[in-house]
């Protein structure tokens, strides 16, 4: 059987999971999960029919992949409690850990040469996420065609050199985070003019979608879509102006640039 494991059952992993199994990547009864809180096992069995417990070692000795899905601060412990039995199995390591770079994952594991690195995002759990990936150089290509298959099952893929993933991470990894952001103030603002907030979250969650399907759909680029929206001396530009005047573009910007900041804090920690 080609099992596939996790090491940490959060929301990364069950993002992943649910995506998995949707696409049928994933079968239940190949997937095991390591985490330690008995609630949480609980609740993976009874969800998605997986086996689930807390023993990192067993799981990469009974698994062909296995996916890193713990904070950072945990990953170098728990790379030291399975050294042993990565080194002596040699299974395919997929890291989905903000800020760790492959050559310390390598250095914790031992030296082992079988690992890729992706930066995916929680629409995975939708099967919309977006993912980047790489591989260590002496990673076999089809080892990263295999962590390919899984993670453009759960939506878009694209290779990046590693130097980029911490860029990466500030911009999709992190901005889901900055979109429901936006999508709170947009119904916040409707709200204040007036309308429920059951309708506002309609607008808004429709207005988002549609604009980000009317950009990948036309290929146009974000200039030419707003233009489009907006009439000469209308409404859109007295909005757009409003913008501009409190630095909506900058205050974008600035969040892209500290939370790859912060995934570099990490990665040198
Ligand atoms: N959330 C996101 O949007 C994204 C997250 N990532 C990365 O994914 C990783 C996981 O993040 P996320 O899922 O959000 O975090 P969570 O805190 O939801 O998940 C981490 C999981 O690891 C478990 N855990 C803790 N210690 C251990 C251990 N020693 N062995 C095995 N499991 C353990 C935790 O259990 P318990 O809670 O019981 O301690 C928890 O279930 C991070 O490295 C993050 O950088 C990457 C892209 C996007
Ligand atoms: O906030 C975090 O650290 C993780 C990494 C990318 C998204 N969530």
């Known amino acids: 059987m080609a099992r596939w494991g996790f090491i940490g059952g959060g929301k990364m992993a069950e993002a992943l999971l649910r995506g998995g ?42 698994c062909e992949t296995v996916v890193l899905a713990v904070k950072p601060q945990v990953l170098s412990g728990v790379l030291e409690e399975i050294r042993e039995a990565a080194r002596k199995h040699r299974p395919l390591f997929i890291s989905v850990v903000a800020g760790f770079p492959l050559e310390r994952l390598k250095a914790g594991l031992g030296g082992v040469e079988r690992l890729v690195r992706v930066m995916p995002n929680t629409p995975a759990l939708v099967l919309s996420g977006v993912s980047a990936l790489c591989k260590a150089p002496e990673t076999p290509e089809e080892d990263l065609s295999r962590a ?11 290779r990046v050199p590693e130097a980029l993933f911490d860029a990466v991470t500030g911009l999709s990894g992190s901005g889901p985070a900055y979109v429901f952001a936006f999508i709170e103030a947009l119904v916040d603002g409707g709200v204040r003019e007036g309308l429920s907030r059951e309708v506002a979250e309609r607008l808004a969650v429709g207005t988002v979608l549609g604009a980000a399907r009317l ?3 036309t290929g146009k680029d ?28 900058g205050a974008v910007m600035e969040a892209v640039a500290a939370a790859t900041r912060r995934a570099r804090e990490l990665s040198g920690g």
């Open 215 to 217: 950009m990948k759909e």
């Open 148 to 158: 390919e298959a899984l993670f453009s099952a759960l939506g878009e893929v694209v």
């Open 21 to 62: 199994l949707a696409a049928g990547i994933l079968k239940p009864q190949e997937v095991l999960i390591s985490t330690p809180g008995k609630d949480r096992q609980e609740y993976l069995r009874k969800t998605y029919g997986v086996a689930a417990f807390f023993d990192n070692p067993r799981l990469v000795r009974e």
């Open 222 to 249: 974000p200039y030419a879509l707003k233009a489009m929206v907006t009439s000469p001396g209308g409404t859109t530009i007295a909005g757009l102006k409003a913008l501009a005047d409190r630095g909506f573009h």
